[in-house]
Protein backbone atom coordinates (compact mmCIF):
# COMPACT_ATOMS: atom_id res chain seq x y z
CA UNK A 1 0.00 0.00 0.00
CA UNK A 2 0.99 3.66 -0.64
CA UNK A 3 -0.78 6.81 0.61
CA UNK A 4 -0.35 9.63 -1.80
CA UNK A 5 -1.10 13.35 -0.81
CA UNK A 6 -1.67 15.84 -2.97
CA UNK A 7 -1.45 19.61 -2.24
CA UNK A 8 -0.84 23.13 -3.84
CA UNK A 9 -4.15 23.73 -5.36
CA UNK A 10 -6.18 26.63 -4.91
CA UNK A 11 -8.21 29.76 -6.84
CA UNK A 12 -5.98 31.65 -8.90
CA UNK A 13 -6.35 34.26 -11.93
CA UNK A 14 -6.57 33.08 -16.08
CA UNK A 15 -2.52 33.58 -16.65
CA UNK A 16 -1.35 32.67 -13.45
CA UNK A 17 0.42 29.55 -12.14
CA UNK A 18 0.03 26.84 -9.79
CA UNK A 19 3.03 23.84 -9.01
CA UNK A 20 1.03 20.64 -7.42
CA UNK A 21 2.52 18.25 -5.23
CA UNK A 22 2.50 14.52 -4.56
CA UNK A 23 4.14 13.19 -1.93
CA UNK A 24 4.21 9.17 -1.74
CA UNK A 25 4.87 7.10 1.39
CA UNK A 26 7.02 5.31 -0.06
CA UNK A 27 9.31 4.91 -2.91
CA UNK A 28 8.04 6.54 -6.18
CA UNK A 29 10.53 4.08 -7.89
CA UNK A 30 8.70 1.14 -7.25
CA UNK A 31 5.81 2.92 -9.83
CA UNK A 32 6.30 2.42 -13.93
CA UNK A 33 4.44 5.63 -13.82
CA UNK A 34 3.01 8.42 -11.82
CA UNK A 35 0.38 10.74 -13.33
CA UNK A 36 -1.90 13.71 -12.61
CA UNK A 37 -5.72 12.90 -13.72
CA UNK A 38 -7.86 15.95 -13.34
CA UNK A 39 -11.99 15.62 -13.18
CA UNK A 40 -14.10 18.79 -13.57
CA UNK A 41 -17.95 18.93 -12.75
CA UNK A 42 -20.30 16.64 -15.27
CA UNK A 43 -16.94 15.27 -16.75
CA UNK A 44 -15.14 12.25 -16.81
CA UNK A 45 -11.29 11.95 -15.63
CA UNK A 46 -9.02 12.60 -17.74
CA UNK A 47 -5.41 12.01 -17.76
CA UNK A 48 -3.12 15.35 -17.47
CA UNK A 49 0.40 14.72 -17.74
CA UNK A 50 2.50 11.31 -16.67
CA UNK A 51 6.16 10.71 -16.13
CA UNK A 52 7.93 7.48 -16.09
CA UNK A 53 10.16 6.02 -13.87
CA UNK A 54 12.46 6.84 -16.61
CA UNK A 55 11.69 10.24 -16.40
CA UNK A 56 10.18 10.54 -20.21
CA UNK A 57 6.94 12.49 -20.28
CA UNK A 58 3.45 12.25 -21.86
CA UNK A 59 0.89 15.31 -21.74
CA UNK A 60 -2.79 16.20 -23.18
CA UNK A 61 -2.93 18.08 -26.27
CA UNK A 62 -4.76 20.88 -24.21
CA UNK A 63 -1.84 21.35 -21.76
CA UNK A 64 1.30 20.78 -23.93
CA UNK A 65 3.78 24.21 -23.51
CA UNK A 66 1.84 24.94 -20.27
CA UNK A 67 2.01 22.33 -18.05
CA UNK A 68 5.26 20.82 -16.64
CA UNK A 69 5.38 17.10 -15.10
CA UNK A 70 8.69 16.52 -13.15
CA UNK A 71 9.48 14.04 -10.07
CA UNK A 72 12.08 14.10 -7.52
CA UNK A 73 13.00 10.23 -6.41
CA UNK A 74 14.70 10.95 -3.43
CA UNK A 75 11.67 12.76 -1.92
CA UNK A 76 8.92 10.64 -3.36
CA UNK A 77 7.58 13.53 -4.63
CA UNK A 78 6.00 14.26 -8.36
CA UNK A 79 5.01 17.98 -9.12
CA UNK A 80 2.46 19.09 -11.80
CA UNK A 81 3.83 22.75 -12.54
CA UNK A 82 1.04 24.92 -14.80
CA UNK A 83 1.26 27.74 -16.20
CA UNK A 84 -0.83 29.83 -18.03
CA UNK A 85 -3.65 28.75 -16.55
CA UNK A 86 -7.26 28.77 -18.11
CA UNK A 87 -11.07 28.82 -16.69
CA UNK A 88 -11.14 25.84 -18.31
CA UNK A 89 -7.90 23.80 -16.89
CA UNK A 90 -10.58 24.76 -13.27
CA UNK A 91 -11.23 21.03 -11.94
CA UNK A 92 -10.27 18.53 -9.01
CA UNK A 93 -6.70 17.36 -9.75
CA UNK A 94 -5.42 13.98 -8.43
CA UNK A 95 -2.46 12.00 -8.03
CA UNK A 96 -1.97 8.44 -9.69
CA UNK A 97 0.37 5.96 -8.76
CA UNK A 98 0.38 2.93 -11.27
CA UNK A 99 1.76 -0.32 -11.84
CA UNK A 100 1.52 -2.31 -15.22
CA UNK A 101 2.80 -6.35 -15.54
CA UNK A 102 -0.40 -8.80 -15.23
CA UNK A 103 -2.11 -7.73 -12.32
CA UNK A 104 -1.91 -3.74 -13.08
CA UNK A 105 -2.16 -1.51 -9.58
CA UNK A 106 -3.41 2.19 -9.51
CA UNK A 107 -2.79 4.32 -6.16
CA UNK A 108 -5.08 7.88 -5.66
CA UNK A 109 -4.23 10.33 -3.87
CA UNK A 110 -7.67 12.44 -2.40
CA UNK A 111 -7.33 15.28 -4.76
CA UNK A 112 -6.88 18.99 -4.80
CA UNK A 113 -9.61 21.54 -6.26
CA UNK A 114 -7.77 24.12 -8.90
CA UNK A 115 -10.23 27.20 -9.48
CA UNK A 116 -9.00 29.32 -12.42
CA UNK A 117 -11.18 32.73 -12.77
CA UNK A 118 -11.51 34.48 -16.01
Known amino acids: QVQLVESGGGLVQAGGSLRLSCAAS????????MGWYRQAPGKQRELVAAITSGSDTNYTDSVKGRFTISRDNAKNTVYLQMNSLRPEDTAVYYCNAHTTGWMPVDYWGQGTQVTVSS
Open 26 to 33: RSILRFDF
